[in-house]
């Protein structure tokens, strides 16, 4: 699960409505809780910027965002292993978790 691009029901931060959108996992906090990153195609979005070449196994539609600074702890329930789209790469992983590292000052 961790490392891995889901599409899931993302609730919007005022947790009323949900958008359907990919996440990373990027860390399990428990057996029911994950930690997720949103993508987005909007390259102009602060953030990562992945591609196919960043990708182990799977493939993206398009060039994508990973939005760093919107980290969201979810139900591990609103992952299914039916909505995998894509691993993403040790490499590219590490560089995920080195920009969390430098964004809140760890």
């Known amino acids: 699960m961790v490392g ?3 599409f899931i029901e993302m609730p ?5 409505d949900f ?3 990919p996440v ?11 930690l997720v990153l ?3 195609t909007n390259l102009n979005r ?3 910027v992945i591609s196919n070449k960043d990708i ?15 980290i969201t702890a979810i139900d591990s329930s609103l992952i299914a292993e039916s909505n995998l789209i894509a691993t993403v790469k040790e490499k590219t992983f590490k560089k ?8 809140f000052e760890c």
């Open 19 to 21: 958008k359907g959108r």
């Open 24 to 34: 990373l996992v990027f860390r399990e906090i428990d057996k029911r809780d994950v």
């Open 38 to 40: 949103p993508l987005t």
């Open 56 to 70: 182990e196994k799977g493939s993206l539609k398009k060039e994508s965002v990973v939005i760093v600074p919107k």
């Open 4 to 6: 891995s691009i889901y």
């Open 12 to 16: 919007y931060s005022d947790f009323r």
């Open 96 to 103: 995920v978790l080195q920009e969390i590292g430098n964004r």
């Open 46 to 48: 602060e953030g990562i």
